[in-house]
């Protein structure tokens, strides 16, 4: 079964930056990463998770939370199974456990986000702390 495993998060100083990773196991045959839209999440204590960013497969088109536009970049490696999240300029408020998962139908294209309940595959997630 498809697990995702997100990476990259740790502690940052205000305007810095970070690179998340979202990396892919248990792709059934025939199938790797690059066959599935990818949506970013970020949740809080106390909130339901945010869509943060996603990525098509399709044609690789991306769409962005108002609060990153310009900040954040999503982009993706198919040959190496992973989709990466860029943020730079980084906030206070951006922090966060930063989550990745997969749309549950139509999963090639990101109609579906950002409605966390439409996504699955979630991993166990990495966080994000702005903060100086």
């Known amino acids: 079964q498809l697990q995702l495993v997100e990476s990259g998060g740790g502690l940052v100083q205000p305007g810095g930056s970070l690179r998340l990773s979202c990396a892919a196991s248990?792709?059934?045959?025939?199938?790797?990463?690059?066959?599935?839209?990818i949506g970013w999440f970020r949740q809080v204590p106390g909130k339901e998770r945010e869509g943060i960013s996603c990525i098509s497969s399709i044609d690789g088109s991306t769409n962005y939370a108002d609060s990153v536009k310009g900040r954040f970049t999503i982009s993706r490696d198919n040959a190496k199974n992973t989709v990466y999240l860029q943020m730079n300029s980084l906030k206070p408020e951006d922090t966060g456990v930063y989550y990745c998962?997969?749309?549950?139908?139509?999963?090639?294209?990101?109609?579906?986000?950002?409605?966390?309940?439409?996504?699955?595959?979630w991993g166990q997630g990495t966080p994000v702390t702005v903060s100086s």
């Open positions: 248990g792709l059934a045959s025939g199938f790797t990463l690059g066959d599935y839209a």
């Open positions: 998962a997969t749309p549950k139908i139509v999963f090639r294209i990101c109609v579906l986000w950002p409605d966390s309940y439409e996504f699955e595959h």
